[in-house]
């Protein structure tokens, strides 16, 4: 399977996107169709040169000024534009995004009566169900977005002179959980709009992930910047058909808590949202007795988890590993049926699939066959062993 990465250097727009995706390989003559099909608009693709970089441009025609519609007026046009189900679906939840940013900044909670404004035009509607459509039809198994430049300074718009990124923008970046960085180039170079579709399909990655290009795309901004104005979007062969996924790695020593406090500990940080909880035997200078905490954490929990430890612990620092991705298998939870001692017992076991859903590992859920056992008077071991061999002619 193939995957998406885009690296915004120089900002996304709505319209960066959709050319970008084009310049990957989607349909231009398919999307224009149903960009033309959706909205009242014309659109016009075209190769440009961006500061040496060869790039494709996308312009969508506005016949006629519009007037501010509101998000339910925007949804009925999503909804009457006959898209396919996963076209629909991305331009709703992406056009939500917005709605649910501008509602957080205004302090409007009734989205039924919000206004748009330059994101409720008809340009807006062509890129996000452009842009829904091409990047479905790259058909991707997976979408990353590296840290974007969001540019500087101040915009002016309908609502006044505003800050970059702008409210609404930093919102969606901050719900989306995307990675941003300032530019030194004094303009706004993520759209509301880019910002939301970025949101909608990427997942958020320092770096590109580990893997062969087997294609490279741009798509062109309006402006002339000081650098290339453009998106680059690239398609990876990825290594190992490995799931790549985001963490950090807390650490601490702890040389005097007793082994009641830290076996409660354990629970309370699996149960705040830890991934994993690993409380290893040390020996620190003078010879004392100690452990060293160590948790693996999603980046957005790793503060609340490092304060629960120096506070049940007394600890004065928690350090954060550098290293923050790892490779792993897609897993998901299912129920099987296992006959043991003329009895039938039900049981969870956890299926592991590459990307490609080749079968990795299957793995019953101790819970579950500690129970079994006690029921049936089977040995845990022999049990987690049955089931397991159920679940791999099932699942296999």
Partial sequence: MKTLVFN????????????????LGADRKEVKELVEASAPVS?????????????????????????????????????????????EASALNIFLKMAEAEAAVHGQPDLEKLHFHEVGQNDALADVIGSSAAIHSLNCSSVYCT?????????????????????????IL?????????????????????????????????????????????????AELPGPNVLQGVLLEPDAHLIQDIIEVLETNADDVSGEVLGNLFEELLSMGARDVAIIPATMKKGR????????????????????????????????????????????????????????FETAVKIARDSEGVLLNISAEFEDCKMIAKLSGVPVREVMRRAEEVARKLFS
């Fill in 8 to 23: 915004p250097f120089s900002g996304a727009a709505g319209d960066m996107i959709l050319a970008c995706a084009l310049d």
């Fill in 43 to 87: 659109m016009d693709i075209r190769e440009v040169m961006k500061k040496g970089i060869r790039a494709l441009d996308v312009r969508i025609n506005v016949p006629e000024k519009e007037h501010a519609r509101t998000y339910p007026e925007i949804v009925d046009l999503v909804k009457a534009a006959k898209l396919s189900h996963k076209v």
């Fill in 147 to 171: 840290p974007i430049n969001v540019g500087s300074g101040t915009i002016e718009c309908a609502h006044g002179t505003l800050p970059v990124p702008a409210p609404a923008t930093l919102e």
């Fill in 174 to 222: 901050r719900r989306g959980k995307l990675y941003f960085r300032g530019g030194n180039v004094n303009k706004e170079l993520l759209t509301p709009t880019g910002a939301a579709i970025l949101s909608h399909f990427a997942k958020p990655v320092e770096a590109f992930p580990q893997g062969r290009a087997i294609a490279v795309g741009y798509g062109a901004g309006d």
């Fill in 289 to 344: 007795p100690a452990h060293i905490i160590k948790v693996i954490a999603k980046p957005e929990d790793s503060a609340k988890l490092a304060r629960k430890i120096i506070i049940e612990t007394g600890s004065l620092g928690v350090r954060v590993m550098p290293a923050r991705h790892r490779l792993m298998a897609a897993r998901n939870i299912e129920r099987i049926k296992v006959e043991l001692e003329g009895q039938e």
